[in-house]
């Protein structure tokens, strides 16, 4: 095989892996004893606006990676104090280091394939045309991209759990805005308690969306610290803090092209706030510790279990933001308001875990279900997952599942509820409004008290309240 052949061959591979990503190259290294041919080549990448240090030794090139954070390096493959391979060698040892295009006057089809076995991207014989260098930095731009979104692209390897699963009128209702706002750019806001399926309803969204084959990245705003919020977000040069030890690319510049998902957004500090709106309004931002502008193309779906416009009020929430984000709200139901859902999810979430845990023949019994109906299920869909999960664990195989499995009591409140009965949704809610009601005399008024003896935290009774009008007696 000839080294264009060779060349012809990696370039059609990495094209359909990257699948039309791209992103900035920004730093270059240029390391070739030649004089002319570095200076030429450094002119050329200046001129394209790269930033680009040069050098004739391997001595020269550690010295400026260990100085500074870059994206590619241009290798000749014999200097004067060493081979280029053997530089190559230690840049591949490195987490996260840079790309390596090798270059020779030399060039054989051996001396190719050693390289890229050994790690290097591409490679080209010199001479070689201004044309040919384009077209490399190209593909090392695209490729890069690819490789660092992968780290945070992390999909489900069961499709099934990306399914909206109901038949009730609310989902019904839900599963059609999904469907209208899906093929379109617009923001989303994704509202609704914890555990009922926010996430679920953003991936849905991504799916279906026509950035589906482009980088997807989430970001959960409640397990990062305030302190490094922002560099998650968008980045950060090298020694822009203690511990930045390499420049790194933050979460919008990785879903550059694609959708990024800013988990329970409410978590965000006022600090970042206006810095997140910017880059909503103007697609444009700057790492910590840098001055470069960096822009990028994103859409942006949000989720939280919080009433923002509360929060707004209360001056933890910009309203500005708000408003940002509020393009097209999608609230995602209780588990409580969709009725027979309940055990439609049930039965899907006792098929997957049984099939997951090798449990053969298992199955609800009567009574099960009907305390399945009559719990209140304050974690929602997440808590009835892990309830049913545990009880595949503990049940043996060709066993019923009863109620004490799932760790809930069956008919607590002394009421057969069945899904033949016409208005059984609405007996529910009745009965839980009076449980509710009593507990609290009970606690006499205290929420907190009220709370934990039903089980609830205290956000979910305030609801519970405002929603059956107990605030108003």
């Known amino acids: 095989m000839s080294v264009s052949c060779l060349h012809k061959y990696c370039s059609t591979y990495r094209s359909n892996l990257v699948l039309g990503l791209c992103v900035a190259i920004e730093k270059i290294v240029v390391v070739d004893d030649e004089m002319m041919i570095r200076k030429a080549l450094e002119t050329q990448l200046r001129n394209k606006r790269y930033s680009v240090a040069s050098t004739g030794d391997l001595k020269g090139a550690r010295k400026i990676l260990t100085r500074d954070s870059f994206d590619l390096v241009f290798l000749d493959l014999r200097l004067p104090d060493g081979e280029g391979t053997d530089l190559l060698e230690e840049i591949m040892a490195k987490t996260d280091g840079p790309m390596v295009v090798m270059m020779t006057g030399y060039g054989s089809v051996e001396s190719a394939v050693s390289c890229m076995q050994m790690g290097a991207f591409d490679y080209v014989v010199k001479p070689f045309s201004f044309d ?15 490789r660092r979104v992968t780290k945070y692209y992390v999909e489900e390897s069961d ?30 806001l994704i509202t609704g308690e914890n555990g009922t399926g926010k996430e679920l309803v953003a991936r849905e969204l991504y799916r279906n969306s026509m950035l589906s084959k482009q980088p997807y990245i989430r970001v959960n705003c409640a397990a990062i610290s305030e302190t490094l919020m922002e560099s998650e977000f968008f980045g950060h040069e090298k020694g822009a803090f203690t511990g930045a030890t390499d420049r790194r690319e933050g979460r919008f510049e990785l879903a550059d092209g694609g959708t990024i998902l800013l988990d329970e957004i409410s978590e965000i500090a006022p600090s970042l706030q206006a810095k997140l709106l910017r880059v909503l309004q103007e697609k444009e931002f700057e790492r910590v510790g840098g001055n470069k502008t960096i822009e990028v193309k994103v859409r942006v779906l949000a989720t939280t279990n919080r009433n923002l416009l509360e929060e707004v009020e209360k001056g933890n929430f910009r309203e500005d933001l708000y408003y940002r984000l509020n393009v097209f709200p999608i609230a995602v139901p209780a ?44 974690g929602n869909v997440r808590e009835l997952e892990n309830a049913v999960e545990r009880a595949v664990i503990l049940a043996d195989s060709g066993s019923e599942i009863n109620a004490d499995l799932l760790g809930i009591r069956q008919n607590t409140l002394s009421i057969k509820v069945t899904t033949e009965v016409p208005g059984a949704d609405e ?21 907190t008290h009220a709370a934990k003896k039903l089980g609830l935290n205290v956000r979910t009774l305030r609801n519970k309240i405002k929603q059956f009008g107990l605030d108003d007696q």
């Open 335 to 378: 588990l409580r308001e969709r009725g027979e859902d309940i055990l439609l999810l049930a039965d899907t979430f006792l098929s997957r875990h049984a099939r997951r845990h090798g449990i053969e023949k298992i199955e609800f019994s009567k009574n099960c279900k009907n305390a399945i109906l009559a719990h209140g299920w304050p």
């Open 159 to 188: 499709t099934r759990s990306s399914d909206i699963v109901g038949e009730s009128k609310p989902i019904d209702r839900l599963k059609t805005l999904v469907d209208k706002v899906a093929k379109t750019e617009a923001t989303v």
């Open 132 to 146: 040919q260098i384009e077209v490399v930095v190209d593909k090392v731009a695209s490729f890069d991209k690819m």
């Open 427 to 447: 007996l529910m809610e009745d009965v839980e409004r009076k449980h509710i009601e009593k507990v609290l005399d009970s606690c006499d008024g205290n929420r």
